[in-house]
């Protein structure tokens, strides 16, 4: 998939996880406090829906975290271990750790949750091309659930289909802010 479909992607992924992280995290804070916390959710949800192409010489991320592609793009194939559960569970506990150590700060929940979101929502979108992914790394075995090419027509249309998607529930999610 392409950076703008793993973009809309998080995006959605955020916007559908977003009831849990408000009830979890935000709601007992002020307004502009909480639209503070969201766009820094949204913005990891961002990083973290492109990061896994941190292995993939060109890609946008690469371009911009030249240290880590280095580290990343030279010992792992693509869609390989930045691709994997492995990968997820490596973030998560990461994630973990440094928010617990930081007694449970609300800045560091919002970074690793949307951060997390991103990751995962990059995996499944690639799940859903020919080419795949090795989600059980490093086992080698390849996984995908459609036939979609990247950049194909197809592609451009399920990436019309996720910003109808993020439209809707960016309406639906202010509809019930004002109710």
Same mark, same amino acid.
């Given at each position: 998939m392409t950076k703008e479909t793993h973009s809309k992607?998080?995006?959605l992924i955020s *916007?559908?996880?977003?009831?849990?992280?408000?009830?979890t995290f935000l709601m007992y804070y002020n307004l502009s406090y909480r639209i503070v916390l969201l766009f820094i959710y949204a913005y990891f949800t961002h990083l973290g829906a492109l990061i896994s192409d941190i292995d993939m010489k060109g890609s946008y991320i690469s371009k911009r975290f030249i240290i880590l592609h280095k580290l990343f793009g030279k010992r792992f194939k693509h869609r390989g271990f930045t691709h994997s559960l492995l990968f997820v569970?490596?973030?998560a506990f990461a994630g973990d750790t440094i928010y *617990?150590?930081?007694n449970n700060n609300v800045v560091f929940a919002c970074i690793f949750s949307g951060f997390l979101a991103g990751v995962i929502s990059h995996i499944i979108l690639d799940l859903l091309t020919k080419e795949g992914v090795e989600l059980f790394y490093p086992l080698g075995i390849n996984f995908s659930l459609l036939p979609i090419k990247t950049s194909?027509?197809?592609e451009k249309n399920f990436s019309k289909i996720l910003s109808i998607a993020v439209i809707f529930l960016i309406g639906y999610r202010f509809y019930l802010i004002t109710l």
């Open positions: 992607g998080g995006y *916007l559908l996880l977003l009831p849990y992280i408000y009830k569970g490596i973030l *617990l150590s930081s194909s027509k197809a």
